[in-house]
């Protein structure tokens, strides 16, 4: 069964420094988001991007964040420079062929920032 | 505003009894409801989903349940198996492209 990959699993980093999450979506699918859940709290969203645009974007996706399809197959958010309360897990989600079809998560990237 | 929250934040139940989470959502115009089941240290697995233009819908041991007018969903969980042992996640889903999620139910099954 196709799924969402995400790597690394967990990604440690200094505050300042810049992570690059990845995640390879589903092939046939065509809208993407990042979603985050702190620990403890709700999933939140963060972004969509469909057409190799941002569609949509939440408040806390500020001009620290950036979002990538680099090739037909990986997707990225780039933090550029990481604060604490950045640590959080941060799901890879797709969808097939627009926004209210299901949205499947990757396993997720915990992201430490010390 | 938006929200989306759950009305109790645990449930234990009986292996082999029947379970039902509860969710509260309070935007009416949303037109799409999904259960996720987030195991520990795993992303949000679909469980079934449920439009706005309908009041029920069944799956395998699951049953999702819509009610527009007190703007209440819930889930059955039939049967249950150890394997159900999850944080369960209502979210909604209103005009623009992201899932609005609640707080989570953990759902312990007890031996």
């Known amino acids: 069964e196709p799924e969402v990959t995400q790597t690394p699993s967990h990604q440690v980093t200094q505050m300042g420094q810049e992570v690059i999450l990845r995640c390879v979506p589903i092939s046939n699918h065509l809208y993407f988001y990042w979603y985050r859940q702190i620990l403890g709290q709700k999933v939140e969203f963060l972004v969509s991007f469909y057409n190799n645009e941002i569609s949509e974007k939440s408040e806390i996706f500020d001009d620290q964040f950036s979002v990538e399809r680099p090739d037909g197959s990986n997707f990225t958010l780039k933090i550029r420079s990481t604060k604490l309360e950045d640590s959080a897990m941060y799901f890879c989600?797709?969808?097939?062929?627009?926004?209210?079809?299901?949205?499947?998560f990757g396993p997720g990237t915990r992201l430490t920032v010390l | 505003g938006e929200s989306v929250g759950l009305h109790l934040p645990t449930l234990s139940v009986q292996e082999g009894d029947n379970s039902i989470i509860n969710c509260a959502y309070s935007n009416s115009a949303s037109d799409y409801f999904i259960w996720y089941k987030q195991e520990s240290g795993k992303g949000p697995q679909f469980i079934i989903d449920i439009r706005s233009n309908m009041d029920k819908r069944q799956g395998q041991r699951v049953t999702v349940l819509l009610n527009k007018t007190v703007k209440h969903l819930s889930l059955q969980i039939a049967a249950t198996q150890p394997g159900d042992s999850a944080v369960y996640f209502c979210?909604?889903?209103?005009?623009?492209?992201?899932?609005?999620f609640g707080t989570g139910t953990r759902l312990t099954i007890i031996p």
């Open positions: 989600a797709s969808s097939a062929t627009k926004s209210t079809d299901t949205q499947y």
């Open positions: 979210a909604e889903h209103f005009g623009n492209e992201k899932l609005t």
